[in-house]
């Protein structure tokens, strides 16, 4: 018995000393990267880069005054990279007259003079410099993105001296003159990804077409459509 006290006696101080070592230890291995700034990198949820996208949306002219333009339209593109696009386009002009432009024909016998959106076609780029999330109070995460985009092309336009005003019985009708200028574009807008392959979008764009007898057009026009990723 006294050879076991005595075993336990030389043996206490290193019985106590080892959870301080253990300690140490763990501590020494929490610390070995403490130097470093640890980060995951996950891949992003939706990729573009060297993908086809077809779309189509409606757009709506903004700013006329006497009418309102619908314009359904078509898109088709190439995602070179995750940033740049290059996209082909067209769209057709639909037009139903506005009240104000019915008040002043028939109340106030005044035709107003007006450049009508028949059609529109060309191409351009997006570039997309924004990436990023959003987290509902639900948990869900919706993906997006922000582009920038410019083109130009042609636009099938009409100038209309008539159609405010009621034709009166045996009234010659002036056809409305049509014309083919050149036609540019800015804008911006985002996508918002429903899955690997599709997207909601919108759009806001400012065109500037020549007109006739008014000087250049600025014809504003905010757009809803989708889009589909091969």
Request: hydrophobic residues 40%.
């Amino acid at each position: 018995m006294r050879n076991i006290l005595k075993i336990f006696l030389i043996l206490q101080p290193l019985l106590l000393l080892a959870p301080s070592v253990a300690a140490a230890a763990e501590d020494q291995k929490k610390n070995q990267f403490g130097n470093f700034e640890i980060r995951v990198i996950r891949p992003k949820y939706f990729q573009k880069s060297i993908r086809f996208e077809i779309g189509a949306n409606v757009s709506a002219v903004m700013n006329s005054s006497f009418t309102y333009t619908y314009l359904p339209s078509a898109k088709a593109g190439l995602h070179l990279t995750e940033w740049l696009e290059v996209f082909g386009e067209g769209a057709a002009g639909i037009t139903i007259n506005k009240s104000d432009c019915t008040e002043l024909g028939s109340k106030f016998n005044i035709e107003p003079v007006v450049d009508e959106i028949g059609m529109l076609a060309g191409g351009g780029i997006n570039l997309t410099p924004i990436y990023g999330k959003y987290q509902l109070s639900n948990g869900e995460v919706i993906y997006f993105d922000w582009f920038l985009s410019g083109g130009g092309g042609v636009a099938g336009m009409k100038n209309r001296k008539q159609g405010c005003k009621p034709i009166a019985q045996n009234e010659v009708v002036i056809q409305p003159k049509a014309y083919s200028p050149a036609q540019f574009n800015v804008g911006t807008g985002q996508r918002y990804f429903l899955s690997k392959n599709s997207a909601l979008n919108w759009g806001l764009r400012l065109f500037f077409i020549p007109g006739i007898e008014q000087g250049m057009n600025q014809s504003v026009t905010l757009s809803f459509g989708a889009g589909y990723y091969f």
